[in-house]
């Protein structure tokens, strides 16, 4: 089990950028694929981004970000990032960090969760 603690989210205008952090507890982080989705009002949660475990390893993303956003890794620092460039109003949503045993894009994949960090971008 690993515990994680998301940092970043705030409230920006559209055109800007956030880079989202988490930050992994234990030993184990290099063993674990990271991955990030968000949940809008009223929607359900979706997929963002993962990576595989180790740092510069595969990565994968929704189609709806892709080419804005960047998942990376640092296995020194168990930290696993999101920078997230040209933000859109609809990219407003809690984020959430979480950590499972392998590349996938479906929730039930991933097996820890953070608690989450709004990100509100307005127009």
């Known amino acids: 089990q690993v515990m994680l603690v998301e940092s970043g989210g705030g409230s920006v205008q559209a055109g800007a950028s956030l880079r989202l952090s988490c930050a992994a507890s234990?030993?184990?982080?290099?063993?674990?694929?990271m991955g990030w989705f968000r949940q809008a009002p009223g929607k359900e949660r979706e997929f963002v981004a993962a990576?595989?475990?180790?740092?510069?390893?595969?990565?994968y993303y929704a189609d709806s970000v892709k080419g804005r956003f960047t998942i990376s890794r640092d296995n020194a620092k168990n930290t696993v990032y999101l920078q997230m460039n040209s933000l859109k109003p609809e990219d407003t949503a809690v984020y959430y960090c979480?950590?499972?045993?392998?590349?996938?894009?479906?929730?039930?994949?991933?097996?820890?969760w953070g608690q989450g960090t709004q990100v509100t971008v307005s127009s």
């Open positions: 990576i595989s475990s180790w740092s510069g390893g595969s990565t």
């Open positions: 234990g030993r184990t982080f290099s063993r674990y694929a």
């Open positions: 979480t950590a499972g045993p392998g590349l996938g894009y479906r929730s039930y994949e991933y097996t820890d």
